[in-house]
C-alpha cells in the first residue's frame, strides 16, 4: 500500500467537470485534477501538509457505481491507494439508491481487501431531482453514515433545500456541474483529518453517555481546533442549566477567529446568540439556563454559502441572522468564550458535544434531538463519558480524524442527564 495516495473513483463531479481548469476526464501518467476542482484543491491542501501526498483521479464523467466496480481492480487496486474516495453520483445510477448502497458495500470490501480506507460521499445537489428523489438521496446518506466509515457531505453545503443548489448560477454552470465557486465550496467540506489524522475502521462501539461540570473559573474551555479553517459548520451540545442562583453573564459556547464571531450565551439570565466582541444580537430564546436545570440541546448551523447563521433549541428552529463580517472559524469552545476571559460556565453541565463542517439540514437537527448524528461532515463528538482529565490534558473524541481538543478549564464528571 502507498501510505499517502489517494484515488478519487467517481464521475463528472469527482473529475471537475465544470471547473475553468477542467479540459477533460482526468489522463495518465499523473492522472491529475483539475485545479479548481474539489479533488484539486484537495491534493494542493495535502501536498502543503506533506509533499509526499499523491491525489490519482480515476473518475469517468457519466459513469454510475456499477462502472466503478467493474474497473476497480484495473483502476485502482495498480495505484495500492491508503484511500479511496468514492463518488459516483447517483444521479448515474438512475437515483436507484439502492443500487447505489449496494454497490457502495461492495466497493467498500474491495477497498478493505487491499488495505485502503474507504472514504464515501453519497448523494448531493444537481439538476432538479424531484421531491422522491431527493429524500431517497438523503436517506442513503443517512444509510452510508450508519456503516461508520468516513462520509464527505456534499449535499448540506450547496443544498437550498430541495437538492438543487443554491442561488442557480451561482455555483453551478449548468444545474449538474458546479463551477469553481461550487467547488471551492465542495472542498471545504472535506474534513483534512481524515487523511492527516486518523482512518476509519467500521463503526465506533456505544459510548455510555455521561456529563462533565464546569467547577473553576478559569477561562478556556474545550478548544476543538480543526486541521483547516471552517468555512461553513454545525455547532451542537446538551446543556443543562441551575434551577436556582445560577450565575449569568456566561458564555456556553464561541465561534472563534481572531476577532470572535460569535457565542451561545446569557448576559442576562436570557439566552442570546450574538456577533462579536460588541455581542451584536442575532436570536434571542425563552430559555434562561441560570433558572432551568433542564437539560436542552443547542444548535448553530452556519452556511457560509448564504450568510445565515440559524440558532435551534431542542431541536426547534428559534431565529437566523446574518453576521456583519463573516470569517473563517480556526476554534470552536465549548463552555466558556476565549482563553483568558471570566466567562467560564461554571456550575453548568454540558454533555454530547458535536461539530460538523456543514451546515446541517432542519431534518438532521430535528433528528440531533432524537439522539440520530448524521456522521457526513462530523469533526467531533464526545459523550463525555471517560473522566475529565487535568488542565490542558485532553477530550475523549469518538471520531477518529485527528481532532484532540485541549481541556483548558477544570471540570468534573456529573451523572448523565
Request: hydrophobic share 40%.
Amino acid at each position: 500500500m502507498a501510505a499517502k495516495t489517494i484515488v478519487v473513483l467517481g464521475s463528472s463531479n469527482g473529475g471537475g467537470q465544470g471547473a475553468s481548469t477542467y479540459t477533460g476526464d482526468p489522463t495518465g501518467p499523473d492522472w491529475a485534477s483539475p485545479a479548481t476542482s474539489w479533488a484539486g484543491l484537495l491534493s494542493a491542501a495535502l501536498k502543503a501538509e506533506d509533499a509526499d501526498w499523491t491525489v490519482i483521479n480515476r473518475s469517468i464523467a457519466g459513469t454510475g457505481t456499477a462502472n466503478a466496480l467493474a474497473r476497480f481492480d484495473t483502476d485502482v487496486t495498480p495505484h495500492r491507494p491508503s484511500h479511496v474516495i468514492i463518488c459516483n453520483h447517483v444521479k448515474n445510477d438512475s437515483y436507484n439508491t439502492t443500487t447505489t448502497y449496494n454497490n457502495t458495500l461492495a466497493l467498500i470490501a474491495k477497498c478493505q481487501a487491499i488495505g485502503a480506507v474507504p472514504v464515501l460521499r453519497g448523494g448531493y445537489v444537481a439538476d432538479a431531482p424531484t421531491a422522491q428523489q431527493y429524500a431517497d438521496m438523503l436517506q442513503l446518506n443517512r444509510d452510508l453514515d450508519a456503516l461508520g466509515h468516513h462520509r464527505v457531505d456534499h449535499m448540506s453545503t450547496l443544498d437550498d433545500g430541495t437538492g438543487n443548489f443554491i442561488s442557480p448560477g451561482t455555483y453551478d454552470v449548468d444545474g449538474l456541474h458546479p463551477n469553481d465557486a461550487g467547488y471551492a465550496a465542495m472542498f471545504a467540506a472535506i474534513d483534512l483529518g481524515i487523511f492527516l489524522g486518523g482512518q476509519a475502521l467500521g463503526p465506533e462501539a456505544d459510548v455510555a453517555a455521561g456529563a462533565w461540570r464546569v467547577v473553576d473559573n478559569l477561562g478556556g474551555a474545550i478548544l476543538v481546533a480543526p486541521h483547516n479553517a471552517q468555512k461553513s459548520y454545525t455547532f451542537s451540545f446538551k446543556l443543562k442549566g441551575v434551577a436556582s442562583g445560577g450565575a449569568t453573564s456566561r458564555a456556553f459556547m464561541a465561534l472563534a477567529p481572531s476577532a470572535q464571531q460569535g457565542r451561545v450565551r446569557n448576559p442576562s439570565g436570557v439566552l442570546q446568540f450574538t456577533e462579536g466582541t460588541t455581542n451584536t444580537n442575532l436570536v434571542t430564546t425563552g430559555y434562561t439556563p441560570s433558572a432551568d436545570d433542564t437539560a436542552r440541546r443547542l444548535t448553530v448551523t452556519y452556511n457560509r454559502l448564504t450568510n445565515e447563521a440559524a440558532l435551534y433549541l431542542d431541536g426547534a428552529l428559534i431565529g437566523s441572522g446574518s453576521f456583519t463580517t463573516p470569517a473563517d472559524v480556526t476554534q470552536f469552545v465549548f463552555g466558556s468564550a476565549l482563553v483568558g476571559t471570566t466567562l467560564a460556565a461554571v456550575g453548568y453541565s454540558f454533555a454530547d458535544l458535536a461539530l460538523w463542517n456543514v451546515p446541517l439540514s432542519i431534518d438532521a437537527v430535528e433528528r440531533l434531538d432524537a439522539g440520530e448524528f448524521q456522521g457526513g461532515g462530523m469533526l467531533f463528538r464526545s459523550k463525555m463519558a471517560d473522566p475529565p482529565q487535568s488542565i490542558g490534558g485532553t477530550a475523549p473524541n469518538a471520531v477518529r480524524n485527528g481532532i484532540v481538543p485541549t481541556i483548558g478549564l477544570t471540570w468534573e464528571s456529573v451523572a448523565a442527564f
